[in-house]
């Protein structure tokens, strides 16, 4: 019988965030220390998953990293090129929707990246539809996480292959 507090559910899948951890040979799990206890570690968390993503980058202009990067941490540290990159994309798209909107992609890019980190997305600006302006909120947020699933995917066979 599961409660609606209950910490694990045996079909559960890890989310994005553990399953990053786990590639760097870390966990999200945190435990007191208690006083006096000295936790020294050589290479922070952080600087250990940024490594274990490295192995995810196809080519330099590749963003799938960095934006598994702010998913996993939560901080908006790669945003610059990660909306140029989404923004780029979704500007070569040769929709209507698109081709309607073209001057809105910028925001559209950001506000993606927002949702992306589980922020609240801003709302639309004046002279876009509201519904185009979910529309390609969503779509941009796909391409997102997508970017960022594949490149754990790549890092976790690329990984696997060096040990």
Avoid at 146 to 154: P, S
Wanted: proline content about 7%; glycine content about 10%.
């Amino acid at each position: 019988m599961t409660t609606p507090f209950s910490t694990f559910e045996a079909n559960s899948r890890p989310s994005f965030r553990e399953r990053v951890y786990a590639l760097a040979g870390h966990t999200t799990w945190r435990e007191p220390t208690g006083a006096g206890t000295s936790h020294l570690r050589a290479i922070p968390a952080d600087h250990m998953v940024a490594a274990a993503l490295s192995f995810g980058r196809r080519n330099p202009q590749d963003v799938g990293p960095d934006i598994a990067m702010d998913i996993a941490t939560g901080l908006p540290g790669h945003r610059r090129p990660v909306c140029a990159a989404l923004g780029k994309a979704l500007a070569g798209d040769r929709s209507v929707l698109v081709r309607r909107n073209q001057g809105y992609i910028a925001h559209v890019a950001l506000a993606a990246y927002w949702a992306v980190l589980g922020r609240p997305v801003p709302d639309a600006p004046d002279g876009i539809a509201a519904e185009d302006w979910g529309d390609l909120v969503a779509a941009g947020a796909l391409v997102l996480e997508r970017l960022a699933e594949d490149a754990l995917a790549l890092a976790g066979r690329r990984n696997r292959r060096a040990a």
